[in-house]
């Protein structure tokens, strides 16, 4: 017998949408994104949608680019809503089987900020979990997951299983997820296989942001320990 | 104050060395491992290490392939100590940027299991956690521990933050960890930047193993319930 | 007006297919090679197609794993046939997005070979071509062709335009290029993004080999001169 | 004996630099460009360098994004010195392993002109050559390199043998390509593997730019004869 749902009122979600378009409605990544959200938001978490072009992110690796003289950078205003987040979703469009280069300037502003620690002294993201969406209409789903993920876990979130979902056609152009076809189905709809692994990501993203609510125990990642001399253990091996 | 250290006793690791050597005692991979395994067995975790080429695995994705007529396949051995750990790390030398191929070899294998679930409906994988080791001579570390850890993910493994570690020297042929200098020093011994990534890995791998000692809800990841129809709040989105 | 149909008599391809499958005749991918091999040999270009399974290939980065002790290794064999070869095209299935764990043992033994010079001092492999065939249920060609076109790159050979092509079907487990459907039809026959694709890769990799039948110039690249301390005009640039 | 030297007069290069960084002359990656571009400029070679940021082009797939309802778009601008070159480097500095937003960004810009044709009906890419320069502290040139030559080999250009180069120090935080240390030495200066691999990357591009001056034969790659129904022999292979 399957657990009874959840409630997991508590926690706050932020998904990111990394589509080139300017406007979040005529996003097919966005498209799918919804079903995510409608899953945790029936769940009770907080969630917001933050539409990466409907801010002007400055190119840069510092925390306030304007502090290296960009004439304007809204990340302080986006890092407000990351930094008290428990997940994280990464939603993007997949180009040349790669991520977009909205979704690179965003991942390069989160490493900005991986100096900050939280009072245990660890990375911030600490206690953070991150997710993956990707859609395209060929090809790509897997690898755009791969880099995303890697540096959310680089940065510090935990990766749940299974933790990318995304909708890709047949091999070749086509249509994208959620158009329309002219026989009035709807792509990308009776894909078992997306609906699926969206629910299961979905629901991990939830659990483990629950398990990690507390935070992670800080021995032997607590960045102002090392800074003190504290080297929890770590001995050279015996060399050859 | 950082926490104090912590004892895991009860927690089981298995150590896979992915070396194309076919003795263990030559691998440069396996030196920098020991850090790590010299670590958790210092918190009483049981460390296996497996080195694979110790171990004969037939190429294709089921679970034993002498059923499918190879004249002889260890796996079912191999996964028999998979199966009851809690934590997997994969050791791989770099080859062209990438993991060895025995490191492809080894993931196909523990994808052929991929049908399996626990009692709870879950992947097999659900409640293990996954990390890596990538050593090489100048390139490569990020991108072996980028598509491993995304194959761990998508089994089922959890990824705890910063789970990867290695040591490769600058740009071009040059020495390999462990080896030892004319000058009586040894490569990689004096690398901050490895031995906390070490430490931080193997720590993290413990932590998150103990948090997830009991397992991760079922709500939403029970295929068991998915076959029979399930869906777990899952609907399609409104379409455009 | 299009260019009259050249014939390429003279040209030599191998063909590698990487199937994790003993026989060839099981292989989906080999399906799809054979749709270039046809027209390879279409144009008269000598094509011969190794399964790299057929072999067995010894673990290991030297051209003869037997002289490191390894019992058995049919490498110098297969290594005759790549000699001579002017266009190489490496098939390979798509496993967790990634190509064949016996792909990378390819690679790997391909990669023993990089210390050797043709006669003008440059890398074996230059003059030669390389291209990708992938094939799968639904996700990874890109990947697997970015891989593989590097490694193939790296080693000297040249990479025309468009050098790839494969098959997947839409997202999630599905049938295989090649299999025959219940009502009759064919997976993958009907793309046309597949059909164009395998046929840009053929003729543009046998434009190629025929454009550098006489070898590449070998000023800067040979490196019996780079060790004899010839620079080639490089110099430092100035410093910051 | 090695080749003479050859006069490359005629042939057109152009270098971008996708640094983060708003001005070209803070770039490391524009350090090492600049050993290539002395090279090639020795040789004859018309070069220019393009340093991206100091282009505002707007983010989307389209030619020309003002038509798309973008405020300002460079691209127009920058595409013309593209059009008429023979040779494309692109440097990246690399952040999380992966090349600079900027970089995808460009990469998403050449990928909007993959529709033009040559008077061949060819990709207009057809007959142009690529190369990549990656800097960093730590670890990625080869993923960098890896996943922009595809794409450079996706729109139409050819990759020639061993067409990357770059510099990164051993893991960990570092300096950069060029930076002065305190005792007055130069970072990455006395590498040969970058030195060499430089002026490799360098006079291969050169070469094979020269050999594809009068094209590459259309047989097969007709996008025109593509549309008008000519399959160039291609057939489907027998299915199992």
Redo the contacts between chains.
Sequence with gaps: M?????DYSGLKAIFFNCS???DN?DSHTQ??M??SI??ME??SVAVETVHV?DHELA???QPDMTDQ??ARDDWPDVWDKVRTADILVIGTPI????????C??L??RL?AMSGQLND????I??GKVGGVVATGN??????C???I???L????????????C????????GPSY???RDDGS?VG?D??????N???M???LM??AA??KDG???????R???KDG???????????
């Design positions: 399957t657990d009874v749902k959840p080139l378009k300017p409605s498209t799918l919804n079903a409608a899953l029936g769940a072009r190119f840069g690796v003289g960009a180009w040349l089987g790669e991520p977009s280069s909205v690179r300037l991942i390069e490493y245990k002294g660890q990375s993201y600490y060929e090809d790509g789903v897997k690898q997951a791969t880099s993920l890697y540096a876990s680089h940065l510090g979130c935990t990766i749940p299983p299974q933790a990318d995304g909708w890709i056609g047949p091999i070749g152009p959620g158009d329309k709807i709809a894909n078992m296989f997306t609906q699926k969206t629910t299961i979905s629901w991990n659990h483990l398990m990690l992670i125990p800080s021995y032997g990642n607590d102002d320990a090392w504290n080297r929890f253990g770590f001995e050279n091996p015996e060399y050859r």
